[in-house]
């Protein structure tokens, strides 16, 4: 069995910050995190902001303390260095290695979509604040146990809006399926799910966009790890 | 103009966890750092040091710390910490968008390769020590310009050492210096090091070995940014 994880992220049209932040760290019990973070408003603003949250949840998690802990860590750091000004959604995707299970932990009103190894489409949406504003906010946490045909897409609200001023939002729990069902891998998924928010957003999307899908599947590539970024270069302005 | 990575990592035959960490932040003036660290010995107790080296790295690297302030302060952690008795190899591979430029920090014996555009194969071997031993240890840094048609070749010694006690290890910068003359990719550079070494290891491996190859490549995408990740499930013991 192995756990395959796809990113794709884009900024706001015109803006070379992504007020969007995906870090990812080695869980010290064994596993890794994927820690997304959405920061209010855009560019360079929104990304100081998503950057500290992001890094006070990678920071307890890289030192083993367990997810709803470290998303409270994060809410309770924004909140008191912002003086509760300030709001960022956080979800954090967890392979735990210890418990064999996926841990989905979300501050976040945008959902979370779970595909079972059966087929069922799971959307994780259940009343969720974002981190940094109301007192003493906790994450509303998911865990399921590791198996073998369990995809797992979580996305920034840039995805969810993408189209919707012309009022042609994607059905995502339906999109999704329908790339389950087609057997498509993570990677295919999310640079799909990615192309066709641009695609509605005429290339020149009103906010960052990021989506992660996550699948279990049967192991190809026997003990080796593997890990492949992409970042494009701004031009010298 | 855009920076691709590809790392691929396998653990010591018969060892679930390698003493190998890797992991990557973003930084917060813009671009990304990659930490490499091999832990003294292996299994669990290298692991358990070389992540408090990569944590300590990647901390001060995601506050915006210099890439040399945050490898002398891995340093002083670990040799605090462990009064001067583990050692831990330190790696560090940041693209600086600030200076638009590649910084090589190592802190291992081991030496890194860069290929110019040019096509003059580089090996930065200028003597270095691991951290966590002796006292006020410093990385030796290399900044070149981020140009198009660069590729960085960074490894722990178990690639290094793949083969040797059978006396035929790669000779490392003619292999790089073949691919990058046959235009291979960084995936698949980082895939056929690791599978030369595992075939010179007769599959069974030594020591941890990891390989990071970083490509500097016209820009393909667009402005997505991507990420993948793959990581095999241990079996139920």
Not at 39 to 54: E, H, I, P
Not at 126 to 137: A, D, F, K, L, R
Not at 151 to 172: C, F, I, K, N, S
Request: proline share 6%.
């Amino acid at each position: 069995m192995e756990v395959v994880v796809a990113v794709a992220k884009v900024s706001k049209w015109a803006t070379h910050e992504s007020g969007d932040t995906l870090e990812m760290v080695e869980r010290p019990r064994g596993g890794i995190s994927f820690v997304l973070v959405d920061g209010q408003r855009s560019g360079r603003a929104a990304k100081a902001v998503s950057n500290l949250v992001a890094r006070k949840a990678i920071a307890e998690l890289a030192e083993g303390v367990r997810d709803g802990a470290a998303a409270r860590a994060a809410h309770d750091y924004l909140h008191a260095y912002k003086g509760g000004k300030v709001s960022a959604t956080l979800n954090i995707v967890s392979v735990d290695l210890g418990t064999r299970t996926l841990v989905l932990s979300r501050n976040n009103p945008c959902p979370v979509i779970l595909v079972t190894p059966e087929g069922e489409v799971r959307l994780l949406d259940e009343p969720s604040s974002p981190v940094g504003v109301y007192p003493w906010t906790k994450p509303v946490i998911t865990e399921v146990d590791l198996r073998e045909g369990t995809t797992v897409v979580v996305y920034t609200d840039g995805l969810l809006h993408a189209g919707e001023h012309r009022g042609e939002p994607m059905d995502l729990p339906a999109v999704v399926r329908g790339m389950v069902e087609e057997g498509w891998d993570a990677r295919r998924m999310a640079d799909e799910l990615l192309r066709r928010a641009l695609e509605l957003e005429r290339g020149r999307p009103r906010d960052d966009i990021s989506v992660l899908v996550l699948q279990v599947t049967p192991d190809e590539d026997g003990e080796v790890r593997s890990l492949s970024v992409r970042m494009p270069i701004p031009r010298v302005p």
